[in-house]
């Protein structure tokens, strides 16, 4: 296999990563959800929370990412 | 773009170009480009936003009413996060959610239809590590400033075992040396993830409309109407990202206020 098609596949498969970051995404704002259902008094005082567990979970996606974006146009 | 090679150049809105040449200073060319423009215009435009909300109306009119409600939505966050020090990083952290919220969605205003190419500068990371370095140093100001050495005790959180006395400080050390990095980077990439994308499916539609009718129905009116979903999508995220960017900065200061 040339280095050019490794490159692709490799970006490719950073994909995976992107997607798994969709499911952690989904978590965090299904858990929230779930529970801001069964309290929903207590649901508006945990936003900033909610948004620290989204940015953390998203982050890691972002850097799935960066990885393609390194894969295709820099190495 | 590229009608007719049917080759989609998505990082091509990335560009900066030169608008001015500016001056030469040591060797280093110091150019007026079109993110600076736009920075500029960001600027401006939020200047005009706040202007027209700080009449100090008893009865406030809509306008103040709308700026009123972004700077006590700010307000209460830096109460929520930080307590009551937290006013005195008010001008910082409004001005910071402002300007990152004005940015991002002056770059998604469909302005190219009259022939001007808007220019995310959020995009690039050199803006936004720099203002992700700006949060970071007055974290660390603040942080030396208040507890002088004692600052170091952030990286030995309370009820550590004495056995592990070697481990945690090391971890905690790395964690907060990648903050000012996960925070740009987080923005940055964001924003560039949402811009090509939207340029991908636009390549989607005018190739697939260029190729003739059946495949500009089946493909292109589909496309078309992801786009539209996208950028629904990607107004959100624009202020997702501004507010992201902000919490984050006042949680960074509230570690510095309060040590952990």
């Known amino acids: 296999m040339d280095a050019e098609a490794a490159k692709l596949i490799g970006a490719g498969l950073a994909a995976i990563g992107a997607g798994m970051a969709a499911i952690g995404v989904g978590n965090v704002f299904g858990s929230f959800l779930e529970g801001a259902l069964r309290n929903p008094g207590a649901a508006d005082g945990q936003q900033g929370r909610l948004f620290i567990g989204f940015a953390a979970a998203e982050l890691l996606g972002l850097l799935a990412f960066v990885v393609a974006m390194i894969l295709i146009f820099v190495a | ?260």
């Open chain 2, 1 to 260: 773009m590229a009608a007719e090679s049917g080759k989609i150049d998505p990082m091509h809105q990335f560009e900066v170009q030169t608008i001015w040449d500016g001056f030469n200073i040591a060797g280093h060319q110091i150019a007026f480009t079109n993110s600076a423009l736009w920075m500029c215009i960001a600027a401006l435009v939020l200047w005009a936003f706040m202007l027209g909300g700080m009449k100090r109306a008893v009865v406030p009119g809509r306008w103040q009413m709308l700026v009123e409600n972004f700077t006590g939505f700010i307000d209460s966050m830096l109460a929520q996060n930080i307590g009551k020090e937290g006013r005195a990083y008010l001008p910082y952290i409004f001005s910071l959610f402002m300007f990152i919220l004005f940015a991002n969605v002056l770059g998604l205003l469909p302005l190219g239809l009259v022939g001007i190419h808007p220019f995310t500068f959020t995009s690039h990371f050199t803006v936004t590590g720099v203002l992700a370095i700006l949060s970071f140093s007055i974290v660390l100001i603040v942080g030396f400033w208040k507890h002088g050495l004692k600052f170091f005790s952030l990286f030995v959180p309370h009820g550590t075992p004495l056995w592990l006395i070697w481990l945690i400080p090391a971890i905690e050390f790395v964690s907060f040396m990648v903050r000012p990095f996960s925070l740009g980077l987080r923005l940055f990439v964001a924003m560039i993830a949402g811009h090509i994308l939207l340029k991908v499916l636009a390549g989607f539609v005018i190739n697939a409309g260029n190729a003739g009718i059946i495949p500009g129905l089946g493909v292109g009116i589909p496309s078309f109407a992801l786009m539209v979903g996208i950028s629904a999508l990607e107004i959100l995220v624009a202020g997702i990202q501004a507010y992201v960017f902000a919490l984050l900065t006042s949680l960074y200061i509230n570690d510095a206020e309060h040590l952990h």
